[in-house]
């Protein structure tokens, strides 16, 4: 007895070729075998068993299982990749799919609606994300959403409203020097409040002559043993 | 019940019956004058329903196609009326319907193109003229035994001027090769051509019958609200750039589609300058009747599928033939074991704890604070 599977949560990405409606049929396929090109390429290393791939009129949508961090970086390889003669933008969310049909010949969900909705506002070369990824992101790694960045909300067709994200590397970059500045401060700060609260049992003079002879017996015991 | 067959009308010599359509009756016949053979196609007006509609529509497409001389345009020598009869007199063609063809045999896909490209050719000079076909069908398109395609019976063009109902609310075509705002009994344009040889492209290409359904409504719905798959899903020796071109002329907002059958000619000559060469596509058959649909009068036409409930309502997309997506559907079939877990639920929000076991910056945050508290204790009790 064959059940119908029950939706999942997947990535969605939808790349999707502008005006690609209004282009002439021969650039059309041109631009739909250069499409197919670099997807392939960028898709190499995700497993088979964890990506769909689907045919949109003006586009590519791939779905993604359980690995939403993949699915970024194939788009942002597929959007390098076409940088030079391909125009694409690309919407990617976090959403219900299921297998569509009897035949289970494609996919159908909410994911594909909002990925296809979000694409459609994408600039050329340009990923614009919603939240749902962004949080799905930061559940498979923890941190990797650091280097998306708000870029407004967008009411869908369905008149939801999606808080939506583009991918910035400096963001990225920002937040390992803000940690970097932390970590600093957090170790001066916790030594300083030690070495305080000595200073304030003892008094100021007591503990710079305890410590000049710590460190001076230090360094007497250090040329002692170079010397031997 | 077969009306006798008149020996003469007008100055026309009755040879033969051709055929019969939902109007009238087509005869060959010979002009005296010119010695000449021709189709004569009449009209009865017989009945006195409708007889000044029929007329009308009769004069309408007598002066609207013989305003057009093309080599992919049947040619009209005359018309008249005599008694109960309006006739038009026209080139009478050697050859077979598309129709015909496509029940008979398979159509390769080059054949397919270079006949589409044929009667966009002749529908673009149409409609330059002004002239909207309105019933662009197989049954409708003459394959000469050597020569050109022939586009046959605008008998229901219509100057793109006038009204697009009669005054008694009808819409007239095939409802199969309808476009969804002609179906709907919107006002058409030379658009609504293209959709219309878009269906006959498609089905040349594919052997398959588009929009069938058991009736009107069925029809009507599956034009305006069902997407096509591109032909070669169903046929793989169709070129894929022919699937854009279909795609186009199909797109059922008229705004997107090939504003005009110019355009759509020069993306078939294209499309056959690539296939040079191609495998062959399969054929096709289904009846094909021109109808006359009653509207209401009043009755707005059905609207065309907006962008909003055509995203919410089908999402469905095929899948890609270019990539394997089989092992995936697969693990959709029978998840593995951590499946369930992992892609049956929604994004968990990340915890304290985990962002510091996961993430690499505030573990290592964590591991400095551990240090200097370490050290800022050693320096306040050792």
């Known amino acids: ?228 | 019940m077969a009306a006798k067959t008149p020996k003469r009308i007008g100055r026309y010599k009755i040879l033969g019956e051709l055929g019969r359509g939902a109007m009238g009756v087509v005869y060959k016949a010979e002009d005296p004058a010119l010695d000449r053979v021709v189709a004569l196609k009449t009209i009865s007006l017989a009945e006195a329903e409708g007889r000044k509609d029929y007329e009308k529509r009769f004069l309408l497409e007598a002066k609207a196609a013989g305003k057009l001389t093309h080599p992919n345009i049947v040619t009209i020598f005359e018309f008249g009326e005599e008694d109960d009869l309006a006739y038009m007199a026209m080139e009478l063609l050697q050859g077979t319907e598309l129709r015909e063809r496509m029940r008979a045999s398979a159509l390769p896909a080059s054949e397919a193109v270079d006949i589409a490209l044929q009667v966009a050719e002749g529908l673009a000079f149409a409609h330059e003229h002004g002239i909207v076909h309105r019933d662009v069908k197989p049954g409708n398109i003459m394959l000469l035994e050597r020569g050109p395609v022939k586009i046959m019976d605008f008998g229901i063009a219509r100057m793109r001027h006038a009204d697009h109902k009669t005054s008694a609310g009808m819409v007239l075509g095939t409802p199969r090769y309808m476009s969804p705002e002609q179906i709907s009994g919107q006002p058409v344009d030379q658009r609504s051509d293209i959709f219309s040889l878009g269906v006959v492209l498609h089905e040349m290409l594919t052997g398959g019958s588009l929009f069938a359904g058991r009736n009107v409504d069925q029809i009507a719905h599956n034009v305006t609200y069902i997407e096509h798959a591109p032909p070669s899903r169903s046929n793989p020796g169709v070129p894929q750039m022919l699937d854009f071109v279909v795609a186009r002329a199909l797109k059922k907002d008229p705004a997107v589609r090939y504003q005009d059958a110019y355009e759509m000619c020069a993306d078939l000559r294209d499309a056959l300058a690539e296939m040079k060469g191609r495998a062959p596509a399969r054929g096709a058959d289904e009846t094909e009747r021109t109808q006359t649909l009653k509207m209401e009068a009043g009755a707005k036409g059905a609207p065309l599928a907006p962008a909003a409930s055509q995203i919410v309502a089908d999402t469905r997309l095929p899948l890609s033939r270019q990539f394997d997506s089989s092992a995936a559907l697969e693990r959709l079939e029978r998840p593995w074991r951590n499946d369930r877990k992992r892609l049956a639920h929604a994004p968990r929000p990340v915890g304290l704890l985990r962002r510091i076991w996961r993430d690499r910056l505030p573990r290592r945050l964590f591991a400095v604070a551990v240090v200097a508290g370490c050290l800022g204790a050693l320096a306040a009790f050792a």
């Not at chain 1, 694409?119 to 962004?134: C, D, N, Q, V, Y």
């Open chain 1, 1 to 228: 007895m064959a059940s119908t599977p029950a939706s999942v949560f997947a990535t969605v990405v939808f790349l999707r070729i502008p005006e690609f409606a209004r282009r002439s049929a021969t650039e059309q396929a041109r631009l739909r075998a250069q499409l197919e090109s670099a997807l392939a390429v960028a898709i190499a290393d995700v497993r088979e068993a964890s990506r769909i791939v689907l045919d949109a009129a003006d586009g590519i949508v791939l779905a993604v299982l359980g690995d939403p961090r993949s699915a970024l970086r194939v788009t942002e390889r597929a959007l390098a990749a076409v940088a030079a003669g391909l125009p694409l933008g690309a919407g990617i969310t976090h959403g219900a799919v299921r297998p569509a049909g009897e035949d289970r010949g494609g996919l159908l969900g909410d994911g594909i609606a909002v990925a296809a909705g979000i694409s459609a506002l994408a600039g050329s070369s340009k990923i614009l994300l919603t939240k749902e990824f962004r949080d799905a992101l930061a559940d498979a790694a923890p941190g990797a959403e650091a280097s998306l960045v708000r870029a407004g909300t967008h009411t869908d067709a369905s008149l939801r409203s999606h808080q939506l994200y583009h991918s910035d590397p400096r963001a990225a970059r920002a937040r390992g020097r803000r940690y970097a500045l932390a970590g600093v401060l957090l170790f001066l700060g916790l030594l300083g409040a030690g070495v305080g609260y000595r200073v304030s049992l003892e008094g100021a003079k007591s503990f710079a002559e305890r410590v000049t002879a710590t460190l001076r017996a230090g360094a007497q015991g250090i040329a002692q043993r170079l010397g031997r």
